[in-house]
């Protein structure tokens, strides 16, 4: 089975905006957000609703605006 290639799209929060890519995984068993250097991904379980992802992403909107702001040294 082929991969499929990540989509990337943006959520509005506020006067936030996150950029992140979905990435569908057939190992995966539950949805996963990594946030890291490259930026955010939301791994996804094969033959998930991707409104499902998407809500859970909002869900956790303040979570990962907070991972993506520098800490105050």
């Known amino acids: 089975m ?4 990540p989509t990337r799209e943006e959520l509005r ?8 890519v979905i990435r569908t995984s ?16 939301l791994v996804v379980p094969a ?3 991707p409104t ?3 809500t859970f992403l909002r869900e956790q909107s303040e979570w990962v605006i907070a991972q993506l702001k520098p800490t105050a040294a």
Do not use: F, K, N
Request: charged share 25%.
């Open 47 to 49: 033959g998930l609703d």
């Open 26 to 41: 057939a190992r995966a068993q539950r949805m996963r957000i990594r946030v890291g250097p490259a930026g955010v991904e």
């Open 2 to 5: 082929a991969a499929q290639e």
């Open 13 to 20: 929060v506020g006067a936030d905006t996150i950029h992140y």
């Open 52 to 54: 499902i992802a998407r």
